[in-house]
Structure formats: C-alpha cells, structure tokens
C-alpha cells in the first residue's frame, strides 16, 4: 500500500512538472519565425517567411465601435456608392465589359469593391456579396486569349496596369472567401503576359510606375498558392526593377501623400525575394525621412495636402483620405512583414487620430484633405495654403474622387487584422477592438477568442478563450504598445506583470473552455512637444491624441453645386437625400495651453463619460472621455488670408489674456479641431 502511495506521488510530481514544462508565459522581444503554421499559407521558399500571417476574411468578426463603424459604412457611402458615382454605373462600364471597352475603366470600380466587398464578407452580407460577385465574376470572364483582363487603358501607346493592380487585390480576397480556382488561372496568364512584356512598356506611367510594389505583392501572394511557377519570381524582380526607387537616401521618387504613404513599403516587399537588410531599411528609412521633414504634427500622418512642399509643414496643411486608409493598409502588411508591433502602434495612432474626422459621424459624406488644425471645413478655394485649388475641404459625398471609391478599405482591412497567425500555430491578437475571431492553433484544433472591451477609450481588454475540446495547447500573443507602461496580464485572475519595454505577452499554456485573459494597459496623460513645429504641443492619454472641443455648425449645401471640378454622378443620383454640409466654427478656437499645466500632465482631470448608447465613440458631443486643461485665447492667432486656421505662433508667448478652462476631446471625434497648440506662460 505505502509503495503505491510513493509511486502514485512520484507520478504526480512527475506530471506536474511536464505540465508546467509546458507553459511558457512571459514577456518577448520577437516573434517566432524558425517554424511554419501548417493552418494558413506563409510565403514560399525561397521568399524569406511573414512574421505574422493574415487570417482568411472572414474569421474575424468585429463588434463593439468597430462593428458599429462597419455598419454605418455600410448604410452610408461605401454600401450606397453605386446609387451616386457615375464610375460605378453599370452602363457601358468597362469593368463589365467582355472585351474592356466601355467607359470608366479606370481606379474607381476596383478602389471601391476593395473595400466593399470585404465589408460583405465581413458582416455575411448577402446583398453586398452577390453585388461584388457581379464586378468580380465580368473581371474573370474578361480575360483574353493573351492573359490581359480588364479595361485596356493606353499612355503613350502603353498599358496602364494600376487599375487591373486593385482588382487584382480584389481577386485575391474573394479567393480567400469563396476558394474559386479561376482566381488563380487568371493571374497566373496575366502574369504571363506581364513577364513577356518588355521593360520598356511595363511600369511607365506616373501611378503605376509609383506603385509597382502593389502587384508585386500579388505576385508573391500567387507564387505562394501555387506550385511550378519558378518564373513569378523573375517577374517580381522584373516588376522591382521597373518602379519608381523608393531605396534612395533621404529622398523620394515622388512627394504626393498617396504614393508616400501606400509606395514606401516596396522595398520591404521586395526584402522578401532579395533579403537583402538595406531593402527592408529604405522602408523605416522612408517613414522616418518623412515624419521628420513633414511630420511634426499629431495623427500619425503628414502635411501633404496633394503632394508635400518644402516650407509647407504646419499642422494645418492636410493629407488625402486615400492617404490615410493606404497607410493604415501599409501599416498592416509590414506587420505581417517584420512582426514589428511599431506598425501596429501606428495603425492605430492613424485609425483612431486621423482618419474618423475624415467621414461625417453617419458615414454618408467625406472630405478630401483634414489636418490635425482644422477650424473650417467650407466649399471655398483655399489654394496656396492648400495645394489643390478647388473645394477640398467640404464634406460631400459627390466629390472627391479617389477617396469618394478609395475610402471603403480602411475599417474593413483594419478589422481583418486584429488577429494574425503565428508561425508556431499560435495566434497573436495585433490590434485591439472588440470582436471573435476563429483560428486553428496548435495540433488540428480550432478554436475562437473573444474580445470585449471599450479600448481605446479605457484600459482594459478581457479575452475569452472558447475550445471545442480540453486540454488544448497553443501559444497566444499580446502585443505590447509602446507607449504603455507598467503593462499587466491577468490569467484565469491571476495576475503577471510585463517587462518594461516588451514588444509581446506570450501565454503558451494548456487551455479549456472559457479560459479567461485580462490585459492591463494603463493609460498616462503625456505631453508632446513638437520642437521642430514652433515647439507646439500635443495632449495625449494611451493612443489618443487630444484636440480642443471647437462647437460645429453643420451647413447644409447641395452636393452637386458644391463638388470638386472632376466630379461626377448618376443621372439620377439625389443630392438631396446626399447632401454635402460645410462645417463652420460656433466657438473659439484660438487658444494655448498654460504652460504650468505641462509640468505635471498627471494632475489634469480625466473626465470619463457614459459610453455612447449607438456604440459610436468618434462625435464630439457624444465622446466617452474628456481632458480638462487651463489655457489663454490668443487674440492675434486668426484665419488668414487663404481662409485656413492661421500657422502656429512660436511658442512659448507672453499674453495678457485670462486664463479659462476648456475641454479637449479625442482627436478623431473632432472634425474641427486644435491638436497641436502654442504654449503661453
């Protein structure tokens, strides 16, 4: 009897101790990369491995604001388009056309169902599905004997591929989605015809040739699905070869914010193929290069109001919507690239900062250019201050062309990465919103995790780990931002603290059904000085920046009257139930901040508010936290002469007026707003 106690307590401690050989958790600089997930399709050698590995669409299901940001998406522009734009009419429409004759054969068909598309395979939307499967299905059919598709568009006698480059991501996605095999034929006999093209016809138009890395991209991501094609290779070298060189030091091909923003990311594509370092360096290099020369302002984005003009670097100069949704799609698939958890910080800085004041809180108007500093938003001409001559401010869903189509990827790819696969058949949860996800993880078992929480307005982030079996060993990843301190990991209530400085949490452990994980990232009121911007500064709490609270006065006008110069819309398209709406100041808005009140940014007041009953955080009346904040009207800091919020005074300034307290609010809530404001003493 004793001896079957001895053996049975040897073989307790025995599998005691293998149980807990078995978990590892803690904080890590870097991701796996030495094995391969054997659930989801990495690159293929000898193209070096993703760190990260996009899940299919569809197996993230967004909730919480995010859900509702693409519901509203779907109710206002992107879901309507097609009863407004003139591009999207299905009248002697190119892109439905067998033989791509036809009108509006351009960017504008594919730029909007990018999006469009994945916001119905997003939500199971079977009325947004079989819309895209009409434009979808007349690009398959569409191809020619000699492998081209689409719409024939000629410069100087050569074929512009920019517009077949967005259908070819359009392609992509609905392979992932529906797994139809003539997605494949179809690049690949289009990739045949590219490679037998000469050098001197490929790539030489301004866009395309800006642009290349986009096809190369799709290039890689066939190459990968399919096998005896050696020769994509030579194609995406060739490709490389014939765009625009976006390695040079200090230097750009080009300063138009689109292209900045979507082509500084070829050379790391390319870094896969060559693994060469200086390639995947030239990308940080671009980024960096371009923030220090037209960065130096809040949102994460770039004074670039068209293209970037030296002596034009105050937060009032702008970027295009399109620049901001390439960026966040940027941002992402260098994520993918390097694991680096910097390009996730910075999808949301732009996500959360920048891109909601783009869109009316309904999601049924936008505007080309927003700055960090925006007192008006009017259908005047604000050229010079601006770049474009023209109503570039005004919220009009007739206007605006490329971002009018270009805008619908930007919450839908967004959402489509809150998750990626690892490479050691985990998962990693990159960028945070409430939402489920489904994934296959460790040895043939699936399960999903469900993420509720508020962030980014509060700190907390609860997740909960649903198996369809027990005992399922997997590795499950936290991104760690880096601007959180004192970060804290709760497990089944129990609680692990994150080194300072980790780039992730890895939690790699036995779970069962309902296994619970809470995510602590307190969230500290800094300040942000921009020195090399007149030292002015910027209030910011976790991710958010903050902007003063300007009271807006909406002013409806007719979209048709008020629309850009190169606009155009169905015949029967109604202004009326679309209108456009100017966006007027009923506040002051010159102000600086009391420089006392910089000293110890932990003492302001955090004012956190009831969540908003429709779940939508981003309106300025309806915001669930505020910044209260001591500061001094500066009377001579005006409009100026080209009708724009007047540069910033070089800080600090001696005024005399009376202090007063006012209200800051999340940056991306304020569609006026001041977010980088003049000291005064």
């Known amino acids: 009897m004793k001896r079957h106690l001895f053996l049975a307590l040897v073989l307790g401690l025995t599998f005691s101790n293998l149980s807990a050989q078995q978990e590892t958790i803690g904080s890590i600089q870097d991701l796996p990369v030495e094995s391969s997930n054997v659930y989801y399709i990495n690159n293929r050698q000898p193209l070096k491995q993703n760190v990260l590995i996009k899940l299919p669409v569809g197996n993230i299901r967004p909730s919480g604001w995010l859900g509702r940001y693409l519901e509203l998406q779907k109710e206002g522009l992107t879901g309507n388009l097609g009863e407004i734009s003139a591009w999207l009419s299905k009248k002697n429409n190119a ?56 719409p024939l568009i000629l410069r100087n006698n050569k074929p512009d591929l920019w517009g077949n480059m967005i259908m070819l991501w359009c ?43 986009d096809n190369i991209l799709s290039v890689y991501w066939l190459y990968n699905r399919t096998k005896g094609n050696e020769w994509l290779l030579d ?14 030091q200090n230097d750009l091909p080009n300063w138009h914010n689109v292209n900045v923003a979507q082509c500084f990311r070829e050379p790391a594509t390319f870094y896969l193929q060559s693994q060469d370092a200086k390639h995947l360096k030239a990308t940080y290099d671009n980024f960096h290069f371009v923030r220090e020369v037209f960065g130096q302002v809040p949102g994460g984005m770039f004074g670039a109001d068209e293209n970037a003009r030296p002596g034009y670097t105050d937060p009032r100069q702008g970027v295009e919507t399109c620049g901001m949704v390439e960026q966040m799609a940027s941002n992402e698939i260098l994520l993918g690239i390097t694991g680096d958890p910097f390009w996730a910080d910075h999808a949301e800085e732009v996500a959360f900062n920048t891109y909601p004041a783009a869109v009316t809180a309904d999601f049924k108007a936008l505007r080309y250019i927003t700055s960090p500093n925006m007192t008006i938003s009017d259908s005047k001409n604000h050229a010079p201050g601006i770049d474009n001559s023209g109503p570039f401010l005004m919220m009009n869903p007739f206007s605006s062309r490329c971002c009018q189509h270009n805008h619908s990827q930007g919450w839908p790819y967004y959402a489509e990465h809150l998750y990626m696969a690892t490479n050691d058949n985990g998962v990693a949860a990159v960028l945070y919103a409430a939402s489920t996800v489904d994934v296959k993880v460790g040895n043939k078992s699936e399960v ?46 129990k609680k692990y603290n994150v080194s300072r400085g980790a780039k992730y949490f890895k939690i790699d452990r036995m779970w069962n059904n309902d296994d619970k994980v809470e995510l602590i990232l307190p969230m500290a009121v800094k300040v942000k000085t921009w020195e090399k911007n007149k030292n002015a500064v910027s209030i910011m709490r976790g991710p958010l920046t903050y902007s003063l609270k300007i009271k807006e006065q909406y002013v409806e006008k007719d979209s048709k009257v008020s629309a850009i110069g190169d606009s155009k819309w169905q015949e029967n398209a109604d202004p009326s139930k679309w209108p456009s709406y100017e966006i007027l100041p009923a506040s002051d808005w010159n102000y600086g901040i009391v420089k006392s009140e910089l000293e110890r940014p932990e003492n302001l007041t955090v004012n956190k508010k009831a969540w908003p009953k429709d779940s939508f955080p981003f309106e300025a009346n309806t915001v669930p936290i505020s910044i209260t904040i001591k500061a001094k009207q500066l009377k001579e800091w005006l409009v100026d002469r080209h009708g724009l919020t007047g540069e910033l005074p070089l800080s600090p300034l001696v005024v005399d007026s009376k202090e007063q307290v006012v209200e800051l609010i999340p940056m991306g809530a304020a569609r006026l707003r001041i977010s980088a404001f003049p000291v005064v003493k």
């Open 171 to 213: 392609l992509q996605s609905y392979y992932e989605y529906s797994g139809d095999e003539r997605v494949l034929t179809l690049m690949t006999n289009y990739f045949k015809w590219q490679y037998n093209l000469p050098d001197s016809f490929l790539l030489k138009d301004y866009w395309e040739n800006s642009r290349g890395g």
């Open 95 to 150: 892109w439905l056309s067998k033989d791509g004759s036809g009108d509006h054969g351009w960017e504008e068909v594919p730029y909007w169902l990018k999006g469009y598309a994945h916001l119905g395979y997003i939500l199971n939307d079977p009325k947004i599905i079989e819309e895209s499967k009409i434009w979808l299905e007349a690009a398959i059919q569409s191809q020619r004997p000699d492998g081209y598709f689409g």
């Open 235 to 248: 194609l995406a070298e060739k490709l490389h070869r014939n765009t625009a060189d976006w390695t040079k």
């Open 448 to 493: 999903s995790i469900k993420q509720t929480s508020n962030y980014p307005f509060e700190e907390v982030i609860n997740f909960e780990v649903n198996t369809k079996q027990k005992n399922v060993q997997f590795p499950f990843y936290l991104r760690i931002p880096n601007w959180a301190e004192k970060a804290e990991v709760k497990i089944n209530g």
